[in-house]
């Protein structure tokens, strides 16, 4: 072998230990299949697990996973959507069932992504971390023998001393955030780390992320509540309309409190293209933290939800609940309340059910059951209209439908309280023959036939306002790893981490020679840059002497160095 094909040998493994470790991805392995056994197969498995492109494969399959989540009804969610799915489409419904795209979150198979994602993720990041941990520990690998090859360079001649250009380097790279030490001739030194901070804190995000999903989904709790004004409510599973939590939700994991909601206000804007579109919207509430709390007032709008320890109380929904006053056949009051009811347009046309299922007695006397079907227009157009001109109380109607007989309540099949099951009922009839209504006006009552009692709409009409109470114990933590994450990324995008070699040394005619490169990660233009303005800081600290080769007998300092390509030229 020859002395130059030696040389080359030994300058490239000098540069490749100089450009050791500018990262703390994994060294690739040589392809092959690993060796026969349990122990060989497990090992490779393990490897292609923890790779970074599996892990990036599993978080892709992660999201196109969530798409049927997304686009399918889901039982948790909404159980009556995926009954009416199942109705709509007989065959593909089994399809769906077969493959959990009804209980996506909970299938074995998204699970399964889910886990394997999280392994994963746990196996690139520890030995990247430990491998971290001991680049900082370490101290930056020494400038190779041959500092022309490096992809920005530059050297120059000085009359200073090689040892007051290495400390004036040492001093300069130090004062520029380098860590920098000397290394026999030469200073060594390093910038950068932060980009692997930020990679590996983006990667450790995204374990945050998914931990909080997950508890999120086991332990977190939705419920609605509907409350007319004057209504109050504990956070007790009792007290909910609808409720649904995760798989591992206890009861007593609800966050104590309780609220009253004083008044509901609403104002509409009156004219012009976005008549009826609400300018306020928003519930006057009383609360209190735990049993004993200090009673509090605040106000919940749209989107300003009131927060109590993992708690959020939404306001989500609102209508008008008017006070309807039923007597029987004897003038008997069976029924003061407010009736909420339910809206059906954007200016709260709404529809509901008054239901009096013990003590009222027709005109007889005998016992009966009493069911009354209730449309109410906050703004009634006159005529033959049946929806309100505008959701503010400008003109109330109230339209009644009055049946009676077996409401079916003592059935034990359940039943909303907002529809009226008429197999068992009648109609009541009016002097003509026909089904019995009538419009009301707040103070108005309607007589029933043969002595049958009345209804009586009264002046009073309240509002009513729906909340959801949303309690989720990992959004903190989710919303944290989210911007971790951003911030991690972009540290890892925008630093480059690079290394800088001063040499400084006696030259053969006894004059110094200084040289200086730099390396970075991957080609970029601000290396040499930064190379650049360090060698022009520090020539000012050791000027330029005379050419070897200049005949002149000036002292004439040469010009400032360049950086120049990795080719080796020299200036």
Not at 49 to 56: D, G, H, N, P, Q
Not at 436 to 442: A, I, M
Not at 547 to 564: F, H, K, L
């Amino acid at each position: 072998m020859s002395k130059t094909e030696t040389d080359n040998g030994q300058d490239q493994e000098d540069l490749g230990a100089a450009g050791s470790q500018l990262s703390t991805a994994p060294q690739e392995e040589s392809a092959g299949l690993p060796g026969l056994g349990t122990i060989g197969w497990v090992r490779w498995f393990w490897r292609q697990l923890t790779s970074m492109r599996v892990a990036l494969l599993l978080l892709l399959l992660l999201s196109l996973g969530a798409i049927p989540g997304s686009l399918i009804p889901q039982t948790g969610a909404d159980a009556t959507k995926v009954d009416a799915f199942r109705q709509t489409h007989k065959t593909l419904a089994p399809v769906y069932d077969k493959l959990g795209l009804f209980h996506v979150y909970s299938s074995v198979w998204f699970s399964a992504i889910y886990i394997l994602l999280f392994v994963s993720l746990i196996g690139c990041i520890v030995p990247r971390t430990w491998q971290f941990v001991g680049q900082l520990r370490g101290r930056p690998p020494g400038a190779p023998r041959r500092l022309d090859r490096l992809p920005a360079y530059t050297t120059w001649r000085t009359t200073a001393e090689p040892e007051q250009v290495r400390e004036a380097a040492l001093a300069l790279l130090k004062k520029r955030r380098f860590r920098a030490h000397l290394a026999d001739d030469a200073v060594a030194a390093e910038k950068g780390y932060v980009r692997e901070l930020g990679n590996l804190a983006f990667h450790i995000a995204l374990i945050v992320l998914l931990v909080a999903f997950a508890s999120g989904q086991m332990f977190k709790s939705d419920g609605t509540k509907l409350m007319v004004e004057g209504d109050g409510f504990s956070n007790a599973l009792p007290m909910y309309d609808d409720f649904k939590s995760g798989s591992m939700f206890q009861n007593d994991d609800l966050a104590p409190f309780s609220f009253d909601l004083l008044d509901f206000r609403a104002t509409y804007e009156a004219s012009g293209p976005n008549r009826g579109t609400p300018r306020t919207f928003q519930a006057n509430i009383t609360y209190s933290e735990g049993a004993y709390g200090k009673q509090k007032s605040t106000t919940v709008k749209v989107n300003e939800p009131l927060k109590i320890d993992d708690a959020k109380v939404y306001l989500v929904s609102h209508g008008y609940a008017p006070v309807i006053t039923v007597r029987d056949g004897r003038g008997k009051i069976v029924s003061q309340d407010a009736v909420p009811l339910l809206p059906l347009d954007g200016n709260i046309t709404s529809q509901g059910v008054i239901k009096v299922m013990d003590g009222y007695r027709d005109g007889k006397g005998h016992k009966d059951q009493l069911g009354v079907r209730a449309f109410f227009l906050p703004s009634y157009g006159g005529g033959a209209s049946v929806l309100s001109q505008f959701p503010a109380l400008l003109n109330p109607v109230l339209n009644l439908e009055p049946y009676h007989g077996d409401l079916g309540v003592n059935s034990g099949i359940p039943q909303s309280v907002y529809q009226l099951d008429k197999t068992h009922m009648k109609a009541f009839k009016d002097s003509k023959g026909r089904q019995l209504r009538g419009n009301l006006k707040p103070g108005q009552t309607l007589k029933l036939p043969n002595g049958a009692g009345s209804i009586t709409l009264e002046k009073d009409i309240k509002e009513w306002a729906g909340f959801e109470i949303v309690q989720e114990p990992g959004g903190g933590w989710a919303l944290g790893g989210a911007f971790a994450a951003i911030f991690g990324l972009a540290a890892s995008l925008f630093i480059q981490r690079r290394r800088v070699w001063v040499r400084a040394v006696r030259g053969a005619d006894g004059v110094t020679v200084v040289e200086m490169a730099g390396l970075g990660r991957s080609e970029s233009a601000k290396v040499p840059e930064e190379l650049g303005d360090l060698a022009g800081t520090l020539y000012d600290q050791a000027p330029g002497a005379p050419g070897p080769d200049d005949s002149s007998a000036s002292n004439e300092a040469s010009p400032d160095p360049q950086v120049v390509p990795a080719e080796g030229a020299e200036k």
